[in-house]
């Protein structure tokens, strides 16, 4: 595996590739990889010739009181990781080089797909990974490109960015991955103490409690989010963010019954962790 952390460098590997013919998987992450990431690279080797993984904690993603100089770094343990999975190149760029000026080129999906659930708190997020993501697909060209259904808005957002501007790739979204015990595996859940571990299992309980109500004919959009509601907020150590419903795709509001495909999502605080998860009804 080629550890790739220059933009000229990557271009020419692949311009090279393109030459043979190859087809081209990109698996962006911010690195830290686990399970989940470790699944869409693995996915990426088996549909594609060349698989390039990104590492890159993109600065501008993130809020001014958010986690961007805590959030975990391990580029060591990160290249033996994507090369297990099958990565070919694992793209690890300098913030100073992949954003070299201060004024730039800003890709912004605007409407109510970015103003709701994580949008709401978090105003500037979905701009910096429209942002970066666009660069990505600018550099690797991919053929086919993979993200998690954990982060489910940034699907969502991803999709439009695709359509709107015409871009030449084919999503590639792929399911959860989580612990034995449940939980969503995330870059995150290092922060969390075995306690507060523990007592985020009720996030995936809750979302599965909400799958088992429609699996029994419930469709009433405002009692399938209470008992979501309910039973988190019964939960000693959880700090509700948002417990929403949402039409998809496109993240269309509600109506009072559930009738095409919904998205239940839910973020929570265990302590000073911010949790996201998530099930499609
Ligand atoms: P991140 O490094 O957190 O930005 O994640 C990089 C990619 O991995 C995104 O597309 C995430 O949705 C995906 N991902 C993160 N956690 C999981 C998980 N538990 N299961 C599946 N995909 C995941």
Excluded at 207 to 218: I, M, Q, T, V
């Amino acid at each position: 595996m080629i550890l790739c952390t220059e933009v000229e460098k990557l271009q020419a590997l692949v311009k090279e590739a393109k030459k043979s013919n190859k087809s081209i998987g990109l698996v962006p992450t911010m690195g830290a990889l686990h399970k989940g990431h470790m699944s869409l690279i693995e996915a990426c080797h088996a549909e594609n010739d060349l698989t390039i993984v990104s590492d890159f904690v993109n600065p501008v993603q993130f809020g001014p009181n958010e986690d961007y100089e805590k959030y975990p770094r391990q580029l060591s343990a990160d290249t033996e990781l994507a090369q297990k999975a099958g990565a070919e190149v694992l793209f690890a760029p300098k913030a100073t080089d992949f954003y070299p000026d201060k004024d730039m080129t800003w890709v912004e999906v605007t409407g109510n797909i970015v103003k709701v659930l994580c949008g709401r708190t978090r105003p500037i997020h979905f701009r910096g990974v429209a942002t970066v993501v666009s660069k990505l697909f600018h550099l690797a060209q991919p053929d086919k490109a993979y993200f998690g259904q954990k982060d489910a808005q940034q699907v969502e957002v991803l999709k439009k960015m695709v359509h709107d501007l015409f871009i030449p790739v084919k999503l590639r979204i792929m399911p959860i991955v989580r612990d034995t015990d449940g939980l969503a595996i995330s870059s995150r859940n290092a922060y969390l103490s075995d306690e507060e571990h523990k007592n985020a299992l009720v996030l995936n309980q809750s979302l599965k409690h909400a799958a088992s109500l429609y699996a029994g004919g419930e469709r009433n959009t405002k009692v399938i989010r209470q008992a979501i509601t309910d039973m988190i907020a019964a939960n000693p150590m959880a700090d509700i963010d948002y417990v929403e419903l949402y039409q998809l795709p496109g993240l269309k509001p509600m109506a009072d019954k559930l009738t095409n495909k919904t998205l239940a999502a839910v973020a929570v605080r265990f302590g000073k962790t911010r949790l996201i998860d998530n099930i499609i009804l």
